[in-house]
T-cell receptor, first 112, second 110 residues
Framework: EAGVVQSPRYKIIEKKQPVAFWCNPI?????LYWYLQNLGQGPELLIR????????DSQLPKDRFSAERLKGVDSTLKIQPAELGDSAVYLC??????????FGPGTRLTVL | SQQGEEDPQALSIQEGENATMNCSYK?????LQWYRQNSGRGLVHLIL?????REKHSGRLRVTLDTSKKSSSLLITASRAADTASYFC??????????FGKGTMLLVSP
C-alpha cells in the first residue's frame, strides 16, 4: 500500500514569491491534515479536512495561506506571498475514521 | 500552539540500555500517542494509549499514562542504534485532533 505522497520534497524560493505544496493521502483516508514543523519543534496543525470540507482551519494564517481539497482526495497548500519566517517543513498526514495518522515525508521550504 | 512538553529534550545512551522519555500535557485528553521521526523524514506512529488505560506494550515499547498527573512515559527497552530519532508525544483531544509536544532527541551509540 502506498503511503502519503508529497511533492516537492524541497523548495527554495525568494521572499514574496508564491509556492504550492501537493499531497496525495492514503487511498480511502477521508481525513487529511497539513502541519507546519519548525526546526526543533513538533508539528503544528494548519488545517484539517474531512473529505472536501475544511473542518479546522483556525491555525491557518489566512492572509497568505490557502488550501484546497476539491474532490476529497489530494490537496494543495499555497503560500502567497512567502515570507522569511515561512521557512519550515510542511507535513501532510491522513487518517481513517479518527485512527492513527500517517505522515508523508514533508516538503522542506527555504525562503531566501 | 503546542501544549505538551517532553522531558528530557535530548537523551544519549549506549546500545542495549533502556531509554525513558516523559511527556506532560495540560488539558484533558481522549488518548495519548507517541510518534518517531527519523532525521529529514515524516513521523511514524508508534503506539496509542486511551485515557482509560494505564499501561500498554508493543514489542520493545512500553507506554504508561497517568491522567491524574497529566503525564505519560515511553520506555524503549534494549535500545538499538536504529532507535536513534526524535520522539514526540501527541495529545488526542476530540475527533482526529492531535497536539504535539516539542520532542525528545534520542541518540543510541553502538
Amino acid at each position: 500500500e502506498a503511503g502519503v505522497v508529497q511533492s516537492p520534497r524541497y523548495k527554495i524560493i525568494e521572499k514574496k514569491q508564491p509556492v504550492a505544496f501537493w499531497c496525495n493521502p492514503i487511498s480511502g483516508h477521508n481525513t487529511l491534515y497539513w502541519y507546519l514543523q519548525n526546526l526543533g519543534q513538533g508539528p503544528e496543525l494548519l488545517i484539517r479536512y474531512e473529505n472536501e470540507e475544511a473542518v479546522d482551519d483556525s491555525q491557518l494564517p489566512k492572509d497568505r495561506f490557502s488550501a484546497e481539497r476539491l474532490k476529497g482526495v489530494d490537496s494543495t497548500l499555497k503560500i502567497q506571498p512567502a515570507e522569511l519566517g515561512d521557512s519550515a517543513v510542511y507535513l501532510c498526514a491522513s487518517s481513517s475514521e479518527g485512527n492513527e495518522q500517517f505522515f508523508g515525508p514533508g516538503t522542506r521550504l527555504t525562503v531566501l | 500552539s503546542q501544549q505538551g512538553e517532553e522531558d528530557p529534550q535530548a537523551l544519549s545512551i549506549q546500545e542495549g540500555e533502556n531509554a525513558t522519555m516523559n511527556c506532560s500535557y495540560k488539558t484533558s485528553i481522549n488518548n495519548l500517542q507517541w510518534y518517531r521521526q527519523n532525521s529529514g523524514r515524516g513521523l511514524v506512529h508508534l503506539i496509542l494509549i486511551r485515557s482509560n488505560e494505564r499501561e500498554k506494550h508493543s514489542g520493545r515499547l512500553r507506554v504508561t499514562l497517568d491522567t491524574s498527573k497529566k503525564s505519560s512515559s515511553l520506555l524503549i527497552t534494549a535500545s538499538r542504534a536504529a532507535d536513534t530519532a526524535s520522539y514526540f508525544c501527541a495529545q488526542g483531544s476530540g475527533y482526529s485532533t492531535l497536539t504535539f509536544g516539542k520532542g525528545t532527541m534520542l541518540l543510541v551509540s553502538p
